[in-house]
């Protein structure tokens, strides 16, 4: 039951720290979906655990060992992280909405 309700929590958290990450990007940057873009990337970085500096010296195996790590995700890190994206998503049908309705952001 403790574990369910951690991962609960860990999904809450996750959805509204990229919500935020994403909601104060899009007003900074004015570029809507530039998280949705970016998102993998960050997934990539977080489950692969391999230094940035090894894509560069070692790319081949490096990328194939990120792959690995992304395949062999369980299903409790699908969850957070599909609720990390899900923030990111709504994050810009908000910046999108605010917009429409004639908010201005910087």
């Known amino acids: 039951m403790a574990i369910i309700v951690q991962l609960i929590v860990s999904m809450l958290l996750f959805f509204v720290l990229f919500y935020g990450i994403s909601f104060i990007l899009n007003m900074i940057l004015k570029v809507t979906w530039l998280m949705a873009f970016v998102y993998p990337f960050i997934v990539i970085f977080l489950m692969d655990g391999i230094s940035t500096y090894a894509y560069i010296t070692n790319p081949g195996e490096s990328f194939s060992a990120a792959w690995e790590g992304i395949i062999n995700l369980s299903l ?31």
Do not use: E, H, W
Request: no cysteine; hydrophobic share 50%; aromatic share 16%.
């Open 76 to 106: 409790p890190d699908i969850l957070m992280l599909g609720s990390g994206f899900v923030g990111i998503i709504a994050a810009g049908y908000t910046i999108r909405y605010l917009r429409k309705a004639g908010y201005q952001m910087f």
